[in-house]
């Protein structure tokens, strides 16, 4: 099919932009919840819930709407994600109280699911020579949105207030859901089948190949890695010795955009043939990273370092993941990411928890010999799966139900 010989530079570009603008969506309030709260008349531990709805919501769009990649016009549906998005935004703008803005920010969740239908929709439209750098493309791009989604939403709400913020996202989602619509080719379904089968059948898709089931795996384990140490940074960066503010502390996530960067690159690897080495080699980079900064954890430049060669290493081996998933069935890509995204929120949620119980039992030492464990187990995971379950053959379609 034409249309998926080669997807256009300008394309793949926007696709990255509203990837990562829609992954966005789940970070505006973070850093806000002591000025929302303020601002609604709120006790704080109330607007510590507005982040949890918003991911409670983004898991429900995920298991439901996700998979509706696989049987409906992509070029209609994800534009129509957008608007409703934009149309949550607006209604988290204008909340008058924090009851309104958590039943907000939970139908946000849930509609906000778009890069999570793009990134497979592009690997749909890429030829299979370049799939891998393409998917790298706009995977970095969903990277770029979760990473600075904090720091821009301080800056909007430093010169404004955090109202501005919301309403800022509604316009940029309008403006994307119009540039989507247009520039989108058309591209038929993979599949047709009926709404309760096709949610059956993402678990079928995942029990029938057995190199699913390895690589969601290892990403479940990155993910875990990646939230258990962002979010111990933030107990870390906020303590002694450093004592740093809230703004101070969001400019420190711009360090992980090197992860971004490498994000570039890695989808490369994956179409010369090395995404199983490569995978290895970011998970030994990762386990050197978590003990080097076991002993130096109190040097801000030694802390810096290991924060972009491990950020560099999980970003590397989450994208070379994704694309070994899409290379295992052309029909059901939508399903398969909906497996991914669900085993990444599960990992990132386990990280986070693990963090704050680790923290507060033996600091800082107790999250990086976590890291480290962790590390450890996907390493094991790729030696016993790199000649056998994780190798992934030539992608043909076959029975899903």
Not at 6 to 23: N, Q
Request: charged residues 10%.
């Amino acid at each position: 099919m034409a249309a998926r010989s080669e997807l256009s530079r300008p394309l793949t570009f926007l696709f990255a932009v509203a990837a990562g603008a829609a992954i966005a969506n789940l970070y505006w309030a973070q850093p806000l919840l002591g000025t929302i709260a303020d601002d609604l008349d709120a006790p704080t531990a109330t607007a510590g819930w507005l982040v949890t709805a918003t991911q409670i919501g983004y898991a429900v769009g995920v298991l439901l709407l996700v998979p509706l990649g696989d049987i409906l016009d992509r070029r209609r549906f994800v534009p129509v994600l957008f608007l409703a998005s934009a149309a949550a935004l607006l209604l988290c703008a204008l909340a008058p109280s924090i009851g309104v803005l958590l039943v907000a920010l939970g139908v946000l969740g849930v509609t906000t699911v778009s890069g999570q239908i793009l990134t497979p929709l592009a690997g749909d439209l890429a030829g299979d020579a370049h799939r891998g750098r393409i998917v790298g493309v706009v995977g970095s791009g969903t990277l770029t949105g979760i990473l600075a989604a904090r720091t821009i939403s301080g800056f909007v709400a430093g010169a404004a207030t955090w109202r501005a913020t919301f309403a800022l996202a509604a316009v940029i989602a309008v403006l994307l859901a119009v540039l989507l619509r247009r520039a989108t080719p058309p591209l038929p379904p993979r599949t047709r089948i009926a709404y309760p089968r096709l949610l059956l059948s993402v678990a079928a898709v995942v029990r029938r190949e057995r190199a699913a089931r390895w690589t969601l795996a290892l990403a479940a384990t990155g993910f875990a890695a990646f939230s258990l140490f962002w979010t111990a940074l933030t107990f870390l960066l906020s303590g002694p010795p450093f004592r740093y503010p809230a703004a101070v502390i969001g400019m420190f996530g711009l360090v992980g955009l090197a992860g971004v960067l490498s994000g570039l690159r890695g989808g490369r690897l994956h179409d010369r043939g090395w995404s199983l080495p490569a995978t290895g080699l970011a998970w030994a980079l990762a386990l050197g990273a978590f003990v080097v900064v076991t002993i130096g954890g109190r040097s801000l430049v030694l802390l810096i370092s290991v924060t972009v060669v491990l950020d560099v290493a999980l970003q590397t081996q989450a994208l070379l993941n994704r694309a070994r998933l899409f290379a295992l069935t052309h029909e059901a890509r939508s399903r398969l990411n909906t497996a991914l995204a669900t085993s990444n929120f599960v990992g990132a949620a386990a990280g986070s928890a693990a963090a704050s119980t680790l923290w507060s039992v033996g600091g800082w030492s107790a999250v990086s010999i976590a890291g480290a464990g962790l590390s450890c187990l996907a390493l094991t995971v790729w030696a016993l799966g790199r000649r056998g379950p994780l190798v992934v053959g030539r992608a043909e379609p076959g029975p899903l139900t």
